[in-house]
């Protein structure tokens, strides 16, 4: 039972063009999300997160955008540059229920010169 | 500062050789945790420790057992290889947080530990 999906296991777009990068999860207890950023043989990096009790959390480049009814997130990178070619994880966790991230499959992020 | 420390970094096992998977961490981190990676399955949780003595299941616990006898040390031992336990290991670390909620929930991970199982 996958609680959180990443349907897209890769995306490929044009540098300084808009990558978007799409989460759903099933669990509607869920109510904090983060993203992660992974170069290959190095660990995941945390980006950037969010809390249910907001809809939208911007740090730079990079929005994340909730949507509960939906049960869906995604995170924006706007401007795109080949430095954020990665595999981006999107996770969700219960804020009482601490050390337990619940994590998508990834997606794979190529972003073009 | 190190952060989190795995190691070893590379292992080859045979099938039924017991091993530990070294995790440390210096940030004074209370939660620590422990992911295997696996194509197209992203990061599933093994073992989570909430400080000292305390651990607990997570999604995929068999085959592996773990303690915390410090805070800064959370090793993984697998008791008898088998090929299914073939992935990249990676243990993470988080903060208790105070009023920051984020700082809960935030896990910062080591470089991983790459296991074949032959």
């Known amino acids: 039972d996958q609680q959180v999906k990443q349907n897209s296991p890769s995306l490929s777009v044009q540098e300084g063009r808009i990558s978007i990068l799409n989460c759903d999860y099933t669990?509607?207890?869920?109510?904090?999300f983060l993203w992660y950023k992974k170069y290959p043989a190095e660990g995941p990096t945390f980006l950037i997160s969010i809390s249910s009790i907001k809809d939208k959390n911007e740090d730079g480049r990079f929005t994340v955008f909730l949507n509960k009814s939906a049960k869906h997130l995604s995170l924006h990178i706007v401007p795109s540059q080949p430095g954020d070619s990665a595999v981006y994880f999107c996770?969700?966790?219960?804020?009482?229920?601490?050390?337990?991230?619940?994590f998508g499959q990834g997606t794979t992020l190529q972003v073009k010169p | 500062n190190a952060g989190v420390t795995q190691t070893p970094k590379f292992q080859v096992l045979k099938t039924g050789q017991s091993m530990t998977l070294q995790c440390a961490q210096d940030m004074n981190h209370e939660y620590m945790s422990w992911y295997r990676q696996d194509p197209g399955m992203g990061l599933r949780l093994i073992h989570y420790s909430v400080g000292a003595g305390i651990t607990d299941q997570g999604e995929v616990p068999n085959g592996y057992n773990v303690s915390r006898s410090t805070t800064e040390d959370f090793p993984l031992r697998l008791l008898s290889a088998a090929p299914s336990q073939t992935s990249v290991y990676f243990c993470?670390?988080?903060?208790?947080?105070?009023?920051?909620?984020?700082?809960?929930?935030?896990?910062?991970f080591g470089a991983g530990t790459r296991l074949s199982v032959l």
């Open positions: 669990n509607s207890m869920f109510d904090y």
């Open positions: 996770a969700a966790t219960f804020s009482g229920n601490t050390g337990k991230l619940i």
């Open positions: 993470a670390s988080s903060s208790a947080g105070g009023s920051y909620l984020g700082a809960k929930n935030i896990q910062y």
